[in-house]
């Protein structure tokens, strides 16, 4: 038997013991799901702090992970009101077993701008917060976990051997969690089931990230005393944290409010340069392609293209393996390599037409920011707040006065341009894009626009004042 299995093995033991010397009595105790569950030492009845809280030194506490914490240089604040006009992209949240949603817009503008969270849940809640990145979840029954492997043969305590490469799972050998739920994603998971569904994804999104966990209870103070679950809490920690240095955690626990709005504290849209290089890269691929082949054969080619990719895709997403019964709509990421799922990723899964298009929303909010700015600065109207703009016909007029007057079919070019306007307001900004998940715009779309954009710029003079913006990002 190998060092891990029999290390595995005796804490097995050790932990079947300490579950079977639990007081039948102590169901007469006041306790949250966490200690309900009947996992942890035999204690002596006494005032009861709350589950989950960083000064409860019992087996339910959260003291152990706060002194972890401490030993990284993070510093834990345990909040009961998150004033989300008070923290920064610097802080990270750390949300445990959240009883109330979270604010999706706000959450969802604090990753954008580069926010870390851990999201870490229990089941038997509502959970719009990971509805909207795109997780679903199954609060599974008694015994019925996709799983393989568990402590003494209980099915509700499942162990993991993470394989792959991850900051999360560095050096960590083995997991055990505590009544996990399942959760689910097209991206692979970063620790798996092992007949699918994930209890750790990894998310990326803007500039930020979410650690999506199954099981919040893992992170108890009874529970980082097992197999490598500490060593995952100080992975997680470290990866979260990068290098803020010292480390703010606002740590959020069961039932809390939320006031306030989040500001940006950087960029509202991404990296400058990553962002201009991606932008400049595409507008050349793109012209470069409607230059040397027609339309029709343009469309032809890129069907092809992406049937080609979207089934490369899928295949390394989708096990072609049945699953147990109740385990049947569960998606297996299989690979070794666990990147962080990107914000494409993210993309093609809420926005995908059962796996046979490809939204280009994401794609489409860039062009609409650069479109935007430069079509209303020329008019005189930029700055101005999104709900202060005249409308779109209003816009396309002054467009016809200031820059049609000699065009014998201005009228046609007047309409081009109201068109145009008006899809671009259908198309939300990039923060959008991720909160609203109703957009859908084909490869046809984005052809289209791009090619009535570029025809208005050129008539206002702008195409070049274009290139430098998309190079420069500024």
Request: aromatic share 10%.
């Amino acid at each position: 038997m190998s060092r891990n299995a029999a290390r595995t093995r005796l804490i097995a033991s050790v932990l079947c013991c300490a579950f079977l010397l639990i007081p039948q009595g102590f169901s007469g105790l006041s306790v949250t799901p966490a200690s309900a569950q009947g996992f942890g030492p035999s204690i002596t009845p006494q005032p009861r702090k709350t589950d989950y809280h960083p000064d409860n030194q019992a087996w339910s506490g959260l003291s152990e992970f706060v002194a972890l914490a401490a030993t990284q240089r993070v510093e834990v604040e345990l909040t009961e009101t998150l004033d989300w006009s008070a923290i920064g992209a610097q802080d990270i949240v750390i949300a445990l077993h959240p009883l109330d949603p979270l604010q999706v817009e706000n959450a969802g503008n604090y990753i954008l701008d580069g926010g870390m969270m851990l999201y870490a849940i229990e089941g038997g809640s509502s959970y719009p917060f990971l509805d909207r990145l795109g997780i679903r979840y199954l609060d599974v029954q008694n015994g019925e976990l996709p799983h393989d492997r568990f402590v003494e043969e209980n099915p509700n305590l499942p162990i993991f051997s993470p394989t792959g490469a991850h900051a999360l799972i560095d050096d960590v050998q083995s997991l055990v969690a505590n009544h996990p739920t399942v959760l689910l994603n097209v991206g692979g998971p970063v620790v798996a089931y092992a007949e699918g569904g994930g209890l750790v994804y990894d998310m990326n999104f803007g500039d930020g990230k979410v650690v999506a966990l199954a099981d919040a209870s893992m992170l108890i103070n009874q529970m980082l005393q097992v197999a490598d679950n500490a060593k995952f809490a100080r992975n997680t920690l470290q990866y979260l944290c990068a290098d803020r240095k010292p480390c703010r955690a606002i740590l959020l626990v069961e039932n809390f409010e939320q006031r306030g709005t989040y500001i940006n504290t950087g960029d509202k849209h991404a990296d400058k340069n990553t962002w201009s290089r991606w932008i400049r890269e595409f507008n050349e691929t793109l012209s470069q392609m409607m230059q040397d082949v027609p339309v029709s054969r343009l469309l032809y080619y890129l069907g092809i293209l992406l049937a080609g990719g979207l089934a490369l895709y899928l295949a390394a997403v989708f096990r072609l393996r049945a699953g147990r019964p109740y385990s049947a709509h569960i998606e297996k990421g299989g690979q070794n390599e666990l990147p962080p799922q990107s914000e494409f990723d993210w993309n093609l899964a809420r926005f995908g037409r059962g796996g046979r298009e490809t939204n280009y929303a994401l794609a489409l909010a860039i062009l609409k920011e650069q479109f935007e700015e430069l079509f209303l600065d020329a008019l005189d109207k930029w700055p101005i707040p999104a709900d202060e703009r005249p409308t779109v016909a209003v816009l396309a007029s002054e467009y016809r006065r200031r820059f049609l007057r000699d065009a014998p079919d201005a009228k046609k070019l007047e309409r081009q341009a109201r068109d145009l306007l008006a899809t671009y307001a259908s198309i939300p900004t990039r923060h959008r894009v991720f909160l609203d998940s109703d957009a859908y715009f084909s490869e046809r779309d984005l052809i289209k626009i791009y090619r009535s954009t570029r025809e208005i710029l050129r008539r206002m003079g702008l195409e070049e004042e274009y290139e430098r913006r998309t190079r420069d990002l500024v």
